[in-house]
Every structure is written in C-alpha cells, then in structure tokens.
C-alpha cells in the first residue's frame, strides 16, 4: 500500500495492511510536525505533491527494499495539505520475520522518500513561510 | 509539438499557475523547454535552485528529448517525509 | 510508561504517550508471534514475568536510552499470557526531535528487553512446548 | 534467616511451585542458597542452563550474601520481545 492522501492518516490501517502471520516483527516511522525548525517558531507545514509521480515513486521504494531485505509486507502513506504541530505527515510500517529487516526498511524508505519523491513542504512559521530545500539549492542526483 | 507541463511547489507559485501546455518544436530537449519557460516565465528563475526533471512521470536528464504529447514536471529540492 | 499488562496492547496508546511538540519523528516497534520458528510450526506463545522486576527493568531501558540519544519521550509495554499468531507481545515508541535518536533508541530498546528484561516465553508448538533459550544454555552476562 | 524464593517460567514448572520460604543460615550467599535448593528440588537442575540471580529485583552475583527477608529470584535465560 503506497498513497497519498489529503485526510489524517490511521497508523492502525498501515499496521493492519503488514500484519502477516510470517512476521515477528513490524517496524513503523512516523513523520510529524515539529514546533520549531533553525531557530524558528513553526505554525504548522502545508504539503503538495505531483501525485501520480509521488505514488509510483514511493512503490518503487517498496520494489526497492523487497530487493534489498527479506521484508513480508511494506505501507506507506503520505498527508498533503497543512498538517499540524504534533500530526503525522507520513506513515511508514514494514513487517518481517526477523526485526533486522524491517528496521533497514523502514529507516531506508524514510531516507529515499526525502530524497527522491516529488512532495514538498512550506513550512509556515511566526513571521513567513518558506519551501524547505529550495533556498538551499542542494544538489539532487538524476536517478 | 504539444507539451503538457506542470508545475509545482515554489515554481508554481512563481510561475503563477498549475499547468500550461507550450508548444514547442520537433527534437527539443527538457533543457530546451526549461529555457523557453524562463523567457515567458522570468520568476520561474530561482536563484541557486537545483531542478530535478521528469517526462511522463519519470526522472529524466535535461538532455532527454520529448514528444508530442509529453508530461513535463521541472521538480524543485523535494522536501516530504 | 514502561510497564507490563496480561491485555493485548494498543499501539494508539504508546503513540499518544510519546506524542510531543517537540518531536519530529517517532519510531515504533511491534513483536508479534509468528507461525514458525526453527522449522517447528508454532500455535502460539505464552509469556510469563517476574512483574516487578521486568517493569523495574524496562524503566531502566529507558533512563539507559535517554542518556545515550536526544530522545522527547518513550513507551514499552509488554504482554504476558497467551499471544496468538499475529498478535503484538511487546510494543515500543520513541519520539524524537529528529529521526535518527528516536530509529536507534527504538532498536536499543528491544535488544535490551531480550538480554536483560525477566520475561519468559513458552512456545507451543505442533507437536510439543519448549521454553524458548533454556535448551541452548546461552551465557548471559550480568549487568 | 528468612529467604523469600520465587520461581518462573521452566525453574516453575520445575520446583512444582512459585514460591518457598527457605531458612538459611546467616553469612549465606546467592550461591549458596542455590545448592541448598538443589539439594530440596533435584529437578531444578537444568542441565546447561545458564541462570542469572536477582535480590530484591536487582541482578546480582553468586557471592552476594543475603539477608534476612530478602526475595531472590533464579532467573534462566530470559526471552522476551
């Protein structure tokens, strides 16, 4: 199960999607808004996405990780639009029978969906409002 | 040629909409339609940015050459999670 | 909250605990019982405890992890009884500023409870029980 | 003096009881106790068992010596999780 979704997302859909009796262990990652960011006082974040791109690319991640470690089942499930202080923006949850696995996962899928999924963030603070990454200007790499 | 092109997060709000479709001629690359975009969309240029390019929901390379028809995205530092 | 309970556990709960306007991230991590184990097919898991000692212990998890990460709060709570094929036997959640304290200290936390935590599971299995780590008469280091 | 034993898990199983009462001269070690209660319950020697001691709920080393009122516990391989 890889989507994204305009509404809040239930941690107990994603774990019931990996439960599998193969598995003695699931693994979950949840991003949430923070208060604070550099120094400033966040108000909360607004999500956009390119959404047909952002869900084939976040199956990728599941194709990739399947390949890379012994995993049952994989979810993950991103919010767009506001999101705010202490709500989650993304869900992640890997089943597998032993926990080694599902750790690698679920911490590679956070990793790759920083790096590679066209979502984006306008952090909204006291004061203004900035898309995070893009004064940066770091370098990104073609896949 | 026709492009579709879609635009997103700070390039949409420079470029003051969602999605134009450019026309453009026959063999051109990504590169070439980044740069017709910028004559007619100045703010699309944003100081120190680096773009990630995709055709039809893939990432690509600016050298990448289009059809009619294609879906471009000019993808800002993409910052979910 | 670090305690034991013969009830099945809700995820919800642990993840309402570590919820914090301070963190950015929160990590959890579920034991379940799985349908084999070393070639046996399992039927389920009993576990058993010294109460006090095992809360005791657990607590110590995590006065141990937040010496070690920069982690907001944290949660483990483990089930005693029989545990179904599927169903959780220990749950933890740890929320975090950002995501690498909340991953590393999640994983610490259930390395711990196997090495040190008075917790005991039988399996049952087609065919026979066994008290799981009696046989192998693995050295385990005092603390 | 006075020990408190509880027993679990296969130590449990294997005494036939959760807990004793055990009187035990004074001076006597974690140890000690051990064989004392081996010598009661012959079954609780586990061959290749690896056990752990805990006093009053903390773990502790063979040689700690007891007192009266104490609560020891025999603790095999734990497998939680």
Known sequence: ?143 | MKIKVKFFAILRERAGTAEVTKEIKEGSTVGDLWQALQQEYPKLNVPGIRLLYAVNQNYVKPENQLSDQDEVVFIPPVSGG
């Open chain 1, 1 to 143: 199960m890889f989507r994204i979704t305009n509404q809040p997302i239930d941690l107990q859909e994603l774990v019931r999607f990996v439960t599998d009796p193969e598995a003695g262990a699931i693994a979950t990652f949840i991003g949430t808004t923070r208060n604070n960011n550099e120094g400033r006082n966040v108000i909360g974040l607004d999500y956009e996405a390119y959404p047909e791109m952002a869900e084939k690319e976040l199956g990728r991640i599941g194709d990739d990780a399947k390949k890379q470690w012994q995993i049952c089942r994989m979810a993950i499930i991103h919010r767009l639009g506001p999101v705010q202080i202490t709500e989650a923006s993304v869900m992640i949850a890997v089943s597998s029978a032993h926990r080694e696995a599902a750790f690698a996962a679920c911490r590679f899928a956070i990793e790759q969906i920083k790096k590679a999924v066209p979502i984006w963030k306008k952090e909204v603070f006291e004061g203004g409002e900035v898309w995070i990454g893009t004064q940066t200007g770091q370098p990104l790499n073609h896949k």
